[in-house]
């Protein structure tokens, strides 16, 4: 990376943060709320580290590292976040862990790989209002679903409906749809609120397939279209690219996805391909024709996913609806 001098490792955890500067070996422990990112200042300075002129290197954390992300924005101190398996794999074998010595490593892996690291870009409030908001109602669907199985699993052993066992969870769902009702409603308010995003979800959701969850999903996972630059790289992410599988003249394996992936919006890819071969006759007349091939169903809905990420990315880039041509397979 370009005008940086000074690689510094983050291990974050709940409460505290160890960081780890490459160069000096100098730490530092602190802890991980805003009293705690201002000794880091005080640090950088104590060090005469120029904090322009840095870049903090951290694993994806989720919610443990929003604080300390939103103060590195605040105070444009350029960051990257990397998949703590690519840092695993990176040490080769090791002995010993602490979070100090997590840091050093870690630091050393950006060091290492600076030619290949990606700075973290800056996530508009309504973005990041717009995640959490999602990931909550992702939540709530993901539990309602769970009381519905156990009900069913009570009917199923005949216990009677006005039993404790089911009223109680039939309660609990009724909140969570009143709950999950409100999320989306405020989803729905934050996008229209928001010209650049309201656009590019009227694109996306103008593709048949592709309904408001997947499209708000895009958004988020995206960062409204800047994280990633095309969809190939997005089908990496979310495990829909295909890659080879050979070595020498004694293996010789199919063409397959990688289990290194985001699963939540593969999921959700899953989905909508599934929609788009029933509703588009473009796709469903492709589907038709690889099955009756003896091509596998699997590996043609995962075709399927792909065209649509490339339709999605495609929308956006031209800012211009999606037209279907019917009378050319897709």
Not at 15 to 35: M, V, Y
Not at 124 to 143: A, D, F, P, W
Not at 150 to 173: F, R, T
Not at 241 to 261: D, N, Q
């Amino acid at each position: 990376m370009k005008n940086v001098r000074q690689f510094i490792g983050a291990d974050l955890a709940k409460k505290t943060i160890d960081l780890c500067c490459h160069s000096t070996k100098s730490s530092i422990h602190i802890g991980n709320s805003p009293a705690g990112f201002k000794q880091l200042l005080g640090w950088l300075t104590q060090q005469q580290i120029d904090p322009h002129q840095s870049l903090i290197v951290m694993e994806h954390t989720g919610l443990y590292g929003w604080g300390f992300e939103r103060f590195l924005h605040e105070h444009k101190i350029a960051f990257v976040k990397v998949n703590a398996l690519a840092i695993k794999r990176s040490m080769g074998l090791v002995r010993g862990k602490t979070d100090q010595l997590d840091a050093a490593r870690i630091a050393c892996y950006g060091y290492r790989n600076q030619d290949s690291l990606r700075q973290q870009p800056v996530t508009g409030e309504s973005i990041e209002r717009l995640g959490l908001l999602q990931n909550t109602r992702q939540r709530l669907v993901k539990h309602r679903s769970a009381l519905i199985c156990a009900i069913e699993e009570y009917n199923n052993i005949h216990i009677a409906a006005k039993d404790l066992l089911i009223q109680s969870q039939q309660k609990v769902i009724k909140v969570m749809d009143s709950q999950i009702e409100k999320l989306e409603l405020e989803i729905n308010d934050l996008i229209h609120s928001s010209e650049e995003l309201n656009g590019n979800f009227k694109l996306l959701t103008g593709i048949k397939g592709v309904g408001p969850v997947v499209a708000v999903a895009m958004l988020v996972k995206t960062h409204n279209f800047i994280r990633f630059d095309n969809a190939r790289q997005f089908a990496c992410y979310c495990g829909t690219a295909p890659f080879e599988h050979s070595s020498g003249t004694s293996i010789r394996g199919k063409t397959r996805v990688s289990h290194l992936a985001d699963k939540s919006m593969k999921t959700l890819l899953d989905l909508a391909a599934k929609a788009a071969i029933q509703h588009d006759p473009e796709i469903k007349a492709f589907y038709l024709r690889r099955t009756e091939k003896g091509k596998p169903k699997m590996s043609t809905i995962n075709i399927v996913r792909n065209k649509l990420l490339f339709r999605m990315f495609a929308v956006i880039k031209r800012q211009t609806p999606f037209i279907p041509d019917y009378l050319k397979a897709a």
